[in-house]
């Protein structure tokens, strides 16, 4: 592009719709830049700050604020700043549901423009999107444009930068509305409307030769036939034939290397047992982005939109939802200026109100949901938007018929294809969704767990119990909802349930046995009232907001806080070096007697509160149960969601809390009373969780040894038929030749069954010998910053690019980023990284993976569930051996498990997992580096078999790593 270029605006009614002002697109070296007479500059980093506050003060256009100003070494929430025009706030007003890279390239490529990866366009790029967006808004009519301006309009009125641009192309609306002009998604949200209650499915069994040619029509008749894939479809397909024994489910166990294609393989089997018998299957990911490839490949078996939408469901926890009256209340806030947060808060709840009026579920993660709008709000608040505390009040919300959640739930009963999580797929087991007890007569009998590498750690996360700090006052919050010294919403149990709990008028006409029995049940719905005073003025003895800074100052206030207190200063005593940056944990053993004593006076007020909400939930059962006949269905959804709640923490939370505390006043005396030893079979320890050596939670917790017990208790014994699959689900050890399927059974828990499960394993089609290299590098320290930085440095210059840096610890990332971003800058090579770059996770991968020399650092998460297959992926570089972190629970499931081969075992699946993100395609080429001098030879199993392993110096690695990667 030479600088003689112009900027040609659009024009509408003589108005100029491009706002006249730079375009900037800043990179680590400085920025490019296009000002509104068509002149191209480039700005070195040193001289942009005084750039923005000179020239650029009447405002910028840029793409992705956060990540431009931290490019710029500018804060980006500063009042006076230049007004920024982000050209991704356009695109999501524009495309509220679609998804673009967050880049000028990005966003041009999302619209159909042509790109143009020079860094000298991107400034054209960032003009040309805004013409073509700006161009599109004129074009709308009829109701579109007209709930568009409505939006528009607020937001122009408070403060938005693209106001004037927006109502010029769209014009003002017709309708001019209150308060709440266009922000209003509560009244515009589809009611939805019950439908008889679904029957149970059918028996009937899916063959294998059915299941094989249910494969090969989701495959097409274009289509190479792969024999793994099929041999995975065939053998899974007994998780679909009917059981023979109560308790005994037809489990399949199967590990299926990279590259099969177990995706389409389990949803062939999956999808025609749907069909045949009228039944739903879940299918359940770990991670968000295979919950996401997995909704993609429905496609293929539901390629019409409507069809696909009525026969499939993606279901997430409540607190991925929108909720319509947190959000009503968040937009009631911001109008009076109640966010804090200057005009962005208000800008954000537009682009919510544009989303929600064309999402496709209202999740507000892992979904349709524009990734760039949280940064307009201050860090956390979007959590607001959701039901995160367990604040819901059902059928008494004046929205419930429009709830999100609630049409969620409900397509779920009726889909055939349900694609869950582990994580709520067990909560709602283990609060018996899945069965008859909830009314649900048709529940589901068939489960595929994918990613089941992790279903140790998804079980443990869901049956694990925490008594802290933080639980406890969101406990308080959610009896008492928001408190005077509170800057949040919430509304208390007290709101939730207290019209809820009365009784009906009765007939003129009853008889004396009807007026026996209302007289009884107002008797019990009167103590229910009065258990919901008491636990009300109980609720205050939990941590209130503040209780941190209270126990730093020896200010803690009720037994809650005061327990706290004790708690951190016998963390603080048993911990070797309180320095590091990491958590603190001491066991429990030996406490101190005013540690017990504490602890006792927060048991016995536990157990207060506890009586106290059984009185409330007996009350609304008893209304349940002696108003059956007349209630209708709104005041009964109502009565069995706030009952829910309320026993979900009568019967699981403080228990678990009460039993923590029991456990640490005094063991031995429980086993004299004859009662259970609650650490039985778990490990229990105070921890304090820090961030950066800043202490943000304090608590008891309690993990189970084995937490794969109890999903096989909850979740496979009551189901008929589990599919498990995974890449990496057996271990191959020097000493074992064979793979090791009792990793796979304790990993799963598949071994707490009584009828063994089936083993599949189907090899990886590629040729690793030819496509893959391995290299532990012998001379470098591991310990040292320079060096290891240098490494990574060398090793991704050798590639150029296309390589994914792992770490296993945060300040490590940071300081191999900071040392190496200008020597790849310098060679033309973009550097990514998660905990430094303002982008979400998927985000980075997406944009690593539309770029062929870019570099990308990571963590744990970019080691498990990454697909980037083809070029982007070449080169993947380990810091160091990935052993487990030595913590209390980890030394107790060591001790459990069998010693150094439990350890060694963890360290090669996570090993084996992240060498599989490397060869994706026939095609790929990669090597895999660890800079770890010390790795055993007994992992390197955890590679494939005919892959070639080599020990060298970095200087030979980065030879061989260029020589590899450049073949023909």
């Given at each position: 592009m030479s600088q003689s270029d112009s900027i040609d605006p659009p024009t509408k009614g003589?108005?100029?719709?491009?706002?006249?002002?730079?375009?900037?697109?800043?990179?680590?070296?400085?920025?490019?830049?296009?000002?509104?007479?068509?002149?191209?500059?480039?700005?070195?980093?040193?001289?942009?700050?005084?750039?923005?506050?000179?020239?650029?003060?009447?405002?910028?256009?840029?793409?992705?604020?956060?990540?431009?100003?931290?490019?710029?070494?500018?804060?980006?929430?500063?009042?006076?700043?230049?007004?920024?025009?982000?050209?991704?706030?356009?695109?999501?007003?524009?495309?509220?549901?679609?998804?673009?890279?967050?880049?000028?390239?990005?966003?041009?490529?999302?619209?159909?423009?042509?790109?143009?990866?020079?860094?000298?366009?991107?400034?054209?790029?960032?003009?040309?999107?805004?013409?073509?967006?700006?161009?599109?808004l004129s074009s709308w009519t009829g109701d579109k444009q007209e709930q568009a301006s409505r939006v528009a309009k607020t937001m122009m009125d408070g403060g938005w930068h693209w106001g004037q641009s927006v109502m010029a192309a769209l014009g003002l609306p017709k309708r001019r509305g209150g308060l709440h002009q266009g922000y209003d998604i509560w009244n515009q949200v589809p009611e939805w409307e019950d439908r008889a209650p679904p029957l149970p499915p059918a028996d009937n069994a899916v063959t294998r030769e059915a299941a094989v040619e249910q494969l090969r029509g989701l495959l097409g008749p274009n289509a190479e036939e792969?024999?793994?894939?099929?041999?995975?479809?065939?053998?899974?397909?007994?998780a679909f034939t009917p059981r023979q024994i109560e308790d005994m489910p037809n489990m399949v166990l199967a590990e299926a290397g990279t590259g099969t294609g177990k995706t389409l393989g389990y949803v062939a089997p999956a999808s025609l047992w749907a069909e045949m018998n009228d039944g739903t299957v879940w299918l359940s990911t770990y991670t968000k982005n295979l919950q996401r490839q997995l909704d993609e490949e429905l496609i293929k078996l539901y390629p019409d939109d409507k069809m696909r939408t009525e026969k499939t469901v993606i279901r997430k926890g409540r607190e991925n939802y929108m909720c319509l009256l947190n959000y009503q209340d968040a937009v009631g806030g911001a109008m009076q200026g109640g966010l804090g947060a200057g005009f962005t808060s208000l800008i954000g709840l537009g682009l919510v109100a544009r989303w929600a009026s064309e999402s496709r579920d209202g999740a507000m993660v892992g979904s349709d949901f524009p990734p760039h709008v949280p940064h307009l709000f201050p860090p956390g608040s979007t959590s607001n938007l959701t039901d995160r505390r367990g604040e819901c009040i059902h059928s008494a919300c004046p929205h419930h018929r429009r709830c999100f959640i609630e049409i969620a739930n409900r397509k779920s009963k009726y889909a055939r294809l349900v694609v869950a999580n582990h994580a709520l797929v067990m909560l709602r087991a283990a609060q018996g969704h899945f069965g008859v007890s909830h009314g649900n007569m048709a529940p589901p009998t068939?489960?595929?767990?994918?990613?089941?590498?992790?279903?140790?750690?998804a079980a443990d996360s869901a049956f694990s119990a925490h008594l802290t700090g933080i639980e406890m006052s969101m406990m308080r919050r959610w009896v008492r909802g928001r408190e005077k010294s509170s800057k949040r919403r919430g509304r208390g149990l007290?709101?939730?349930?207290?019209?809820?709990?009365?009784?009906?008028?009765?007939?003129?006409?009853?008889?004396?046995?009807?007026?026996?029995?209302?007289?009884?049940?107002?008797?019990?719905?009167?103590?229910?009232?009065?258990?919901?005073?008491?636990?009300?003025?109980?609720?205050?003895g939990l941590p209130s907001e503040g209780w941190l800074p209270r126990i730093g100052e020896d200010r803690a206030n009720g037994p809650g806080e005061v327990f706290l207190a004790r708690l951190y200063a016998h963390v603080k005593a048993r911990t070797?070096?309180?320095?590091?940056?990491?958590?603190?944990?001491?066991?429990?053993?030996?406490?101190?007697?005013?540690?017990?004593?504490?602890?006792?006076?927060?048991?016995?007020?536990?157990?207060?509160?506890?009586?106290?909400?059984?009185?409330?939930?007996?009350?609304?059962?008893?209304?349940?149960?002696?108003?059956?006949?007349?209630?209708?269905?709104?005041?009964?959804?109502?009565?069995?969601?706030?009952?829910?709640?309320?026993?979900?923490?009568?019967?699981m939370t403080l228990p678990a809390w009460r039993a923590m505390l029991m456990h640490l006043i005094d063991t031995k005396k429980m086993q004299a009373e004859d009662l259970?030893?609650?650490?039985?079979?778990?490990?229990?320890?105070?921890?304090?969780?820090?961030?950066?050596?800043?202490?943000?939670?304090?608590?008891?917790?309690?993990?189970?040894?084995?937490?794969?017990?109890?999903?096989?208790?909850?979740?496979?014994?009551?189901?008929?038929?589990?599919?498990?699959?995974?890449?990496?689900?057996?271990?191959?050890?020097?000493?074992?030749?064979?793979d090791d399927w009792q990793v796979a059974e304790v990993r799963t828990g598949a071994r707490h069954l009584i009828h063994p499960a089936e083993h599949l394993s189907v090899p990886s089609p590629f040729d690793y010998g030819k496509q893959a290299r391995v290299y532990i590098v012998t001379d470098v320290d591991k310990n040292s910053p320079d060096q290891m930085a240098a490494a990574y440095r060398e090793l991704?210059?050798?590639?150029?690019?296309?390589?994914?840096?792992?770490?296993?610890?945060?300040?490590?990332?940071?300081?191999?980023?900071?040392?190496?971003?200008?020597?790849?800058?310098?060679?033309?090579?973009?550097?990514?990284?998660?905990?430094?770059?303002?982008?979400?996770?998927?985000?980075?991968?997406?944009?690593?993976?539309?770029?062929?020399?870019?570099?990308?650092?990571?963590?744990?998460?970019?080691?498990?569930?990454?697909?980037v297959p083809g070029n982007a992926l070449r080169l993947?570089?380990?810091?160091?051996?990935?052993?487990?972190?030595?913590?209390?629970?980890?030394?107790?499931?060591?001790?459990?498990?069998g010693g150094r081969s439990y350890e060694e075992m963890l360290t090669r699946l996570k090993l084996k997992q992240a060498f599989g993100r490397l060869i994706r395609r026939q095609d790929d080429h990669g090597c895999f580096v660890m800079l770890d001098r010390s790795t055993p030879s007994r992992l390197l199993t955890a590679f494939p078999e005919n892959v070639i392993v080599e020990r060298v110096g970095l200087a030979e690695a980065v030879s061989g790593v260029r020589s590899f990667l450049t073949l023909d």
């Open positions: 003589g108005q100029v719709l491009l706002p006249p002002v730079p375009a900037l697109v800043a990179g680590p070296r400085g920025a490019h830049i296009l000002d509104d007479t068509g002149s191209l500059e480039f700005i070195p980093r040193e001289d942009l700050p005084n750039y923005v506050r000179d020239e650029g003060a009447r405002g910028l256009l840029i793409c992705h604020t956060l990540q431009t100003m931290r490019r710029l070494h500018l804060d980006p929430r500063e009042p006076d700043r230049a007004p920024l025009y982000d050209i991704i706030e356009l695109f999501s007003f524009t495309y509220p549901t679609r998804f673009c890279l967050p880049t000028p390239d990005g966003v041009a490529a999302a619209l159909g423009l042509k790109v143009d990866l020079d860094p000298e366009s991107a400034p054209l790029l960032l003009v040309d999107a805004a013409t073509d967006l700006l161009a599109t792969r024999g793994e894939q099929i041999e995975f479809t065939s053998r899974g397909a007994y068939r489960f595929v767990l994918d990613e089941g590498h992790h279903l140790f750690d007290s709101e939730r349930v207290l019209e809820l709990l009365v009784t009906s008028d009765l007939p003129e006409d009853a008889d004396d046995q009807a007026k026996a029995a209302h007289e009884q049940l107002a008797i019990i719905i009167g103590e229910a009232r009065d258990g919901l005073m008491e636990t009300q003025s109980l609720a205050n070797a070096d309180i320095r590091h940056g990491h958590d603190l944990e001491a066991t429990i053993n030996d406490p101190a007697e005013e540690l017990i004593e504490t602890a006792k006076a927060l048991a016995i007020h536990l157990h207060q509160l506890e009586n106290a909400m059984n009185k409330v939930a007996h009350g609304l059962a008893a209304r349940l149960d002696g108003e059956a006949d007349t209630l209708d269905t709104m005041l009964r959804n109502g009565l069995e969601g706030s009952l829910q709640g309320i026993e979900q923490r009568c019967k259970p030893d609650p650490s039985l079979g778990t490990i229990d320890w105070a921890g304090v969780e820090r961030n950066d050596r800043r202490v943000f939670d304090i608590g008891l917790h309690r993990h189970a040894i084995d937490p794969t017990r109890s999903l096989a208790e909850i979740l496979y014994k009551p189901a008929h038929g589990v599919l498990i699959a995974s890449a990496t689900l057996s271990d191959h050890t020097i000493e074992d030749e064979a991704f210059l050798a590639a150029n690019g296309g390589a994914l840096g792992l770490f296993t610890a945060i300040a490590r990332l940071r300081e191999v980023h900071k040392r190496i971003e200008d020597p790849l800058t310098n060679a033309g090579l973009e550097l990514l990284a998660q905990h430094v770059d303002a982008l979400d996770n998927s985000a980075l991968i997406d944009m690593f993976r539309a770029r062929e020399h870019a570099c990308l650092l990571g963590t744990d998460a970019m080691r498990d569930g990454v697909d993947i570089v380990f810091d160091r051996v990935p052993w487990p972190r030595p913590s209390l629970l980890h030394k107790g499931r060591r001790n459990h498990f």
